[in-house]
């Protein structure tokens, strides 16, 4: 038995397929999604997304959003941001993590709307930069 899982975000659907199962950060902490799974609808933090097919696993920074697993085994993720492992451009995030913090120095002195939007950024950026930097150190 499978569980058919899609993650949509905003832009195009990253990901579409058959898996075996699905791990990922919800608000109250890491689920292992496997088939049957009691239907469920959670809030999606930003991690480090982990499923299995075939007995290999293969990582997905999301930047948060929302799951939903249904009584049909599927699990479907509305993410805000989500990129495969392979697709991160782990120079490019480092430059955003590195500026996030530079912009959070002066943001906090300023204005609070701003620095709770840098800070998101900020975690945006860490997660990517995990997510690479975990993908670089696989054989």
Same mark, same amino acid.
């Given at each position: 038995?499978? #569980?058919?899982?899609? #993650?949509?975000?905003?832009?195009?659907?990253?990901?579409? /397929?058959?898996?075996?199962?699905?791990?990922?950060?919800?608000?109250?902490?890491?689920?292992?999604?496997l088939?049957?799974?009691?239907?469920?609808?959670?809030?999606?933090?930003?991690?480090?997304?982990?499923?299995?097919?075939?007995?290999?696993?293969?990582?997905?920074?999301?930047?948060?959003?929302?799951?939903?697993?249904?009584? /049909?085994?599927?699990?479907?993720?509305?993410a805000?941001?989500?990129?495969?492992?392979?697709?991160?451009?782990?120079?490019?995030?480092?430059?955003?993590? /590195?500026?996030?913090?530079?912009?959070?120095?002066?943001?906090?002195?300023?204005?609070?709307?701003?620095?709770?939007? #840098?800070?998101?950024?900020?975690?945006?950026?860490?997660?990517?930069?995990?997510?690479?930097?975990?993908?670089?150190?696989?054989?």
């Open positions: 038995m499978v #569980i058919h899982f899609k #993650i949509i975000t905003p832009e195009r659907v990253t990901f579409s /397929d058959e898996v075996d199962q699905v791990s990922l950060m919800t608000a109250s902490g890491e689920i292992t999604v088939p049957q799974h009691i239907p469920l609808v959670t809030v999606l933090q930003p991690g480090e997304l982990r499923y299995k097919k075939n007995g290999e696993e293969k990582s997905i920074a999301v930047s948060g959003g929302f799951a939903e697993i249904k009584a /049909d085994n599927s699990l479907v993720i509305l805000d941001t989500a990129e495969h492992a392979t697709e991160i451009d782990l120079t490019r995030a480092e430059a955003a993590r /590195d500026l996030a913090l530079q912009t959070m120095q002066t943001a906090v002195k300023e204005d609070h709307t701003e620095y709770a939007r #840098i800070q998101a950024s900020l975690e945006k950026a860490l997660n990517r930069v995990k997510v690479g930097n975990k993908y670089r150190r696989l054989p």
